[in-house]
């Protein structure tokens, strides 16, 4: 599939032993200038600990429930003012909900209520202009750890 390879394609990068002790602000390093966001605590129960610093393109993919786990991936997204994020559906009953982002902000998350999941196979798109930290999570799952963050650069 196209997302394979989209992502397959990218720098993603993981953080050496999370280990879930709180320390959620080392998921990401920029590796190329300016020091990694400060990610906040609400994510500190996230499935997964992938990254991606997507600073530089234009558009960027987020898989939705890969190979049918509760999770994005990447978990944690760095991107530049004017990224289109698109998120992409790879497995059934999920959605995406804000959490928190800067005022101005441009998440509003797929339609429907909190519960109501996306089909398998549709993208949910938003282009991110306001920079600071947006966070989001499946409403079927956040309970389980099914969230995400953005660092808008």
């Known amino acids: 599939m196209a997302t394979a390879g989209v992502l397959a394609g990218c720098s993603t990068e993981t953080s050496g032993g999370d280990g879930g002790d709180g320390g959620g602000g080392t998921a990401t390093d920029g590796g190329d200038g300016g020091s990694a966001p400060s990610w906040p605590s609400y994510l500190d129960d996230a499935q997964g600990d992938t990254s991606q610093d997507a600073r530089g393109q234009s558009e ?36 995406v909900k804000p959490e928190s982002q ?52």
């Open 60 to 95: 960027v993919t987020v898989a939705v429930g890969p190979d049918g786990s509760l999770a994005y991936d990447p978990v944690y997204l760095r991107v530049d003012s004017g990224t289109t994020v698109n998120f992409e559906f790879e497995s059934p009953t999920h959605n």
């Open 102 to 153: 800067p005022e101005g902000g441009s998440l509003d998350g797929t339609e429907g209520s909190e519960m109501e999941p996306v089909d398998e196979g549709e993208t949910y798109s938003v282009t991110l202009e306001t920079t600071g930290i947006y966070t989001y999570y499946c409403g079927p799952h956040e309970t389980t750890g099914m969230k995400g963050g953005i660092s808008v650069e």
